[in-house]
């Protein structure tokens, strides 16, 4: 079974950091492209970044550019998103997604992060 | 980038009846005789799940009733005989190049 499990959300202030992991399981992990995919309260969802299997193509929204950094360790199992000054607008349930090429197929159930003061 | 619009960005049907929803791109999504255009399905409380890719492509487990269809920038996604378990958000998204961009969603509900 496919299992893609997000942690590292939480409460954090504007200007903060954050760093969320996923670990995958039951999935082709290293063959796949791993993408962060986010929906803000009462929005659609956003497309945030994505990695190619060796991690050397990387891609961000404008909005993160600068500020959030993808990584993965295919040793592991594992994809992160480091973000770091963070805004309000960053609110969100952030979801880990994989799949070939840039069809997101496997999807985690999202961690919350939350940026107030 | 390219922009994504998605119509209707609310829709009632009654069950049995045909759902339709319509999803245009700024630019054209056809590459190598393949248009990089996916549906996603969410329901409230879950995951994003993939039900078409390839603009056309069924992914496996998803019922019948489920299409795709379109070409280009043009694109539709059309549910047959609405059962009540397929009230969710419906986003089409484009795979043709970073970064990607999703619609705004249509929320499909039962009338």
């Known amino acids: 079974e496919v299992q893609l499990v997000e942690s590292g959300g939480g409460l954090v202030q504007p200007g903060g950091s954050l760093r969320l992991s996923c670990a995958a399981s039951g999935f082709s992990f290293s063959n796949n492209w791993m993408t962060w995919v986010r929906r803000a309260p009462g929005k659609g969802l956003e497309w945030v970044a994505n990695i190619k299997q060796d991690g050397r193509e990387k891609n961000y929204v404008d909005s993160v550019k600068g500020r959030f950094t993808i990584s993965r360790d295919n040793t592991k199992n594992s994809l992160s998103l480091q973000m770091n000054s963070l805004r309000v607008e960053d609110t969100a349930v952030y979801y880990c997604a994989g799949g070939l090429g840039f069809t997101m197929s496997a999807w985690g159930q999202g961690t919350l992060v939350t940026v107030s003061s | 980038d390219i922009v994504m619009t998605q119509s209707p960005d609310s829709l009632a049907v009654s069950l049995g009846e045909r759902a339709t929803i319509n999803c245009k791109s700024s630019?054209?999504?056809?590459?190598?005789?393949?248009?990089?255009l996916t549906w996603y399905q969410q329901k409230p409380g879950q995951p994003p799940k993939l039900l078409i890719y390839?603009?056309?492509t069924r992914e496996s487990g998803v019922p019948e009733r489920f299409s795709g269809s379109g070409s280009g920038r043009d694109f539709t996604l059309t549910i047959t005989s609405l059962q009540a378990e397929d009230v969710a958000v419906y986003y089409c998204?484009?795979?043709?190049?970073?970064?990607?961009?999703f619609g705004g969603g249509t929320k499909l509900e039962i009338k």
């Open positions: 390839g603009a056309s």
């Open positions: 998204l484009q795979t043709y190049s970073a970064p990607l961009t």
């Open positions: 630019q054209s999504l056809l590459s190598s005789n393949r248009n990089f």
